[in-house]
């Protein structure tokens, strides 16, 4: 009889093991990378193109374009693509980040091939009408202005052109006037543009047959094949200038906090330890910031940190908000735990707990068959695979105390930190 007094033993995770990934071109040469996994007949298609908000001429165009898809193509309205789509049971997700635009489509495998001509028109042919793009434009100007009302907003915009400039595809932050400007001409020709076979990946992920893998290269080869392209890089430097910015936000009651600085990105020896030390630091909810901040200080309640990882360029960013008074002796705390992590070595217990947790996050991305496309598709747009996270798991299971301090000494110069505050001035 099962003893249920006595727990069961509590192992080390010892390897990662990833699925196979089968990879193809469609005839256009469109790369297709297939995961055969899971049990339900559920399936997912993930479209990425190589194009994003460094590519646009005007402000806007890349989160509108990819945002409009669904608004009309080939002759379909938006009512009937939400119908057909809402009859399928099909769900579809947009996204247009810094580099990359993500087109992501769940369905059962019944309806499979009624689903994919229509993600195909969605895709290559939309029509972008007047009406629907005024209504998308009007809602996403006011979420804006709300948006410019918030103090953590505030911050983050004014981090970002601190640390990278304000002409700099990174640092540049989207205006209410830019709206103005903006046209489905400007969509029409990003669209052209960036959506070709060139700049295209497809993940088919889920229980997938040959029969659905021949339909997506019979589907998609029809895509425009596109001019050749290289995505411009945009490397930076650590800022000569200024690095403390205020902005003032009238009745504000509290003020947003962000701290940061350039570090190295992920071809760097140095990122994965660069990782475990941002997971001390303020990655999760045992963090020191959270410890010292959060529960012993009470200036706030909640603070993190976070690596932002581009091709070209990596930073760490600490974000928070807190009352007025508490700014002041927030910014120290942080840079004192800063100079902690150069100062002392971390001790065991705790260099364990954040092994521990790290660990299971990393299980956790690879539980189910769709998690594994997200990462894998992540993975594609960095231009890395699946030996990332092996080198990533090795990493952190070899971790030590005195590699985390010289890490921290090289990278955590509070010389090199910036620091944006919005809120109301005492």
């Given at each position: 009889?099962?003893?249920r007094?006595?727990?069961?033993p509590?192992?080390e ?6 699925p ?14 297939v ?11 993930d ?5 994003g908000k ?10 509108h ?11 379909l ?36 091939f ?5 993600l ?9 009408p007047e009406?629907e ?7 996403n ?30 640092g ?9 400007t ?8 990003f669209?052209?543009?960036c ?8 993940v ?23 001019v050749?392209?290289?995505q411009?890089?945009y ?12 902005v003032p ?6 003020s947003?906090?962000n701290?940061g ?12 330890a660069l990782?475990?030390l941002?997971?001390l630091l ?37 974000q ?14 942080l ?27 990393m299980?956790r ?11 894998f ?10 030996s990332?996270?092996?080198s990533?798991f ?29 809120g109301?001035?005492?």
């Open positions: 009889m099962l003893d007094t006595t727990p069961p509590v192992r995770v010892e390897t990662l093991t990833f196979e990934v089968g990879s193809g071109f469609l005839p256009n040469g469109i790369p297709l990378y995961i055969d996994r899971g049990e339900q007949e559920l399936s997912r298609v479209i990425l193109f190589s194009a460094v590519d646009e001429i005007h402000p806007l165009t890349a989160r374009t990819v945002a409009m898809l669904r608004e009309g193509a080939a002759g309205s938006s009512a009937e693509i939400a119908e057909k789509l809402d009859y399928f049971g099909a769900a579809l997700q947009t996204l247009a980040t810094q580099r990359n635009t993500y087109i992501t489509l769940y369905v059962a495998n019944r309806y499979f009624e689903v994919l001509p229509i195909y028109k969605l895709v290559a042919c939309p029509d972008f009406t793009f005024a209504s998308l434009k009007e809602r100007r006011q979420a804006l202005l709300v948006d410019l009302m918030k103090v953590n907003v505030l911050a983050s915009r004014t981090f970002s052109e601190q640390l990278f400039g304000a002409d700099n595809p990174y540049k932050r989207e205006q209410p006037a830019d709206y103005d903006l046209t489905t001409g400007h969509l029409r020709a669209h052209r543009d959506y070709t076979a060139r700049r295209c990946r497809i088919l992920s889920g229980r997938i047959t040959s029969d659905m893998k021949a339909a997506v290269a019979d589907t998609f080869s029809a895509l425009s094949p596109g050749e392209y290289h411009e890089l490397p930076v430097q650590v800022p000569a200038g200024e690095h403390y910015r205020f936000k009238e009745g504000a009651l509290q947003g906090i701290a600085c350039f570090v190295v990105g992920r071809n760097h020896p140095d990122h994965f990782r475990v941002n997971t303020g990655g999760y909810f045992g963090s020191r910031l959270m410890s010292n901040i959060r529960e012993d200080k009470g200036y706030t309640y909640g603070i993190q940190s976070s690596i932002v990882a581009y091709p070209d360029v990596a930073y760490l960013v600490v928070t908000q807190a009352a007025t008074h508490y700014v002041r002796p927030l910014i120290d705390e840079f004192n735990e800063i100079d902690r992590l150069r100062d002392t070595l971390v001790g065991d217990e705790e260099l364990h707990m954040v092994r521990s947790y790290m660990t299971g996050e299980l991305l690879f539980d189910s068959p769709f998690s594994v496309a997200e990462v598709v992540i993975l594609l747009a960095n231009d890395l695979d699946f990332y996270y092996n990533r090795e990493a952190l299971r070899t971790i030590t105390a005195a590699r985390l301090q010289e890490v921290a000494c090289r990278y955590l110069d509070r010389a090199n930190f910036c620091v944006a505050v919005a109301q001035e005492k």
